[in-house]
């Protein structure tokens, strides 16, 4: 039976621990990093498992990854997170072999070029395009003060046919997004930045990869991917055995209080609700959950606006193949899907190529995603459905005969966080609640950027702050 207001800290809270609320991966690695410092941690996830988006099935030879399949190991942070957790021996880097990316035009995978060279002999876009590209540096800077559309931006810079079969497919496959709703300066902020700092991409990008050499980062399409031996759950699931007791699983925060000594939690467990005092609190759950947890502080902050940031729909479906009923060579990452060339699956990553282990002999893993902003109703239909739909447009794409030798379907209702053009007023929100209510802290894939490399280094800088907050003593430089 729940009860109805309890206004006691529990037993065994002499000690408040700072809270993190959400055991994706920001939450796991900031308490990872704060008790490296030395801070107590609390994480309370309200599911019955750490890892958010990150899992990974081993099942009959095969190994399914339910959402993310590798990590881009553009920072040293990164680096140093999977040395300082003892995972280097499981560590993969994709094969080299595997380096060719595909857009699908004509009904069929088209290799992009490596090169400039090989771009100007490519069949993927048109001679006006490729005349248009070399124009770029010539387009003058958009007015910074005005927000833009990933749309509206590039067909300022390249044009329809840039839009239509570079732009799109990539933001299907980044955000499952539409590039008519997202906006440049949040979605993509260095895209931006490189247009009002140099007036345009092309010298941007070589400019910049000077800049990055110097700071000791890559860029993401430079950068190495890796995953680990049996799939990225391995990293969460050591994150939480390194973390202990530390972790509560089942344990949702319903409310939040601030208090003279810092923030009194509410946790609900499904029989019961307890309360517990901390010294600081992060919130690193998604944003629709974090709007529905009260929130109680002396400057009268609201964070329920955070659920109108639209997270679409998205299915991840796992099927694998005989080796000899795929035509097609799957030497590379995968292939992305414009949507005009209006076929159901924004794209497929070709996992058996990326690292070993991911099928058995003889045959290959394919991993395809439906839905999302393109069409989210796909993504809502019975399994069956979506396994059909994705293998008939295999077929022609990749030239597949015979029948799946492995299927896995895995629905994320709310999957990939949005940013929509007019996201600002939501990272305002974030800004002020936490500028007006000390202790506060907000991180995670709805501000600091959805990729899985993001949300680390997300995690490295919240975690900076709070022990900053708190006066704790400074980590070991990360190498």
């Given amino acids: 039976m729940v009860s109805a207001q309890p206004t006691q800290p529990v037993a065994g809270d002499e000690s408040p621990t700072v809270a993190i609320i959400g055991g994706g991966i920001t939450g796991l690695v900031c308490a990872f990093r704060l008790v490296q410092r030395g801070v107590p941690v609390t994480l309370y996830e309200a599911s019955d498992r750490v890892g958010g988006v990150i899992r990974s099935l081993r099942q009959d030879g095969y190994l399914a990854e339910f959402g993310p399949n590798s990590i881009l190991e553009t920072s040293a942070k990164i680096t140093s997170l999977i040395r300082d957790v003892g995972l280097e021996p499981r560590r993969l880097h994709s094969d080299p072999g595997a380096e060719n990316r595909y857009l699908v035009r004509g009904g069929r995978p088209v290799s992009l070029p490596a090169s400039p060279l090989k771009f100007f002999g490519t069949k993927l876009f048109s001679f006006g395009a490729k005349l248009r590209l070399l124009r770029e540096p010539f387009i003058p800077r958009g007015r910074a003060d005005v927000e833009e559309s990933v749309a509206q931006f590039v067909l300022r810079r390249l044009g329809q046919e ?204 394919l991993t395809s995603y439906v839905g999302g902003v393109r069409a989210p109703e796909l993504a809502l239909r019975p399994e069956s459905e979506l396994v059909q739909l994705t293998v008939n447009d295999l077929r022609t794409m990749l030239e597949i005969t015979g029948e799946p030798t492995f299927r896995h379907v895995v629905l994320y209702p709310k999957a990939i966080p949005q940013y929509e053009v007019g996201y600002g007023r939501f990272k305002d929100l974030m800004a002020d609640a936490e500028s007006r209510a000390p202790g506060l802290f907000l991180a995670g894939h709805y501000r600091d950027g959805i990729s899985l490399g993001d949300s680390i280094l997300s995690a490295h800088e919240v975690a900076e702050r709070i022990a900053r907050h708190l006066g704790a003593e400074p980590a070991e430089k990360d190498a």
């Fill in 162 to 365: 840039w839009l239509d079969y570079a732009i799109n497919p990539m933001i299907a496959g980044i955000y499952a997004g539409d590039p008519a709703r997202l906006s440049v300066q949040h979605g993509f902020p260095r895209l931006a930045a490189l247009e009002q700092r140099y007036g345009s991409l092309i010298l941007g990008q070589i400019r910049g990869a000077k800049e990055r050499r110097r700071r000791g980062e890559v860029s993401k399409q430079e950068a190495k991917k890796i995953s680990f031996d049996e799939g990225l759950q391995v990293l969460t699931d050591t994150l939480q055995t390194r973390l202990g007791p530390a972790v509560k699983l089942n344990a949702r925060v319903v409310q939040l209080e601030q208090t003279t000594a810092g923030w009194r939690t509410t946790v609900s467990n499904g029989h019961g609700e307890t309360v517990h005092d901390h010294r600081a609190v992060l919130l690193a759950a998604p944003a629709y959950r974090i709007a529905e947890i009260r929130l109680s502080t002396n400057a009268g902050i609201s964070l329920a606006p955070l659920a109108k940031i639209y997270y679409p729909p998205v299915a991840s479906v796992v099927l694998g193949f005989r080796r000899a009923d795929v035509a097609h060579p799957l030497d590379g990452f995968g292939m992305l899907v414009p949507a005009v060339e209006r076929f159901h699956i924004l794209g497929t990553l070709f996992s058996s190529s990326l690292f070993p282990g991911r099928a058995p002999a003889g045959h290959v893993t």
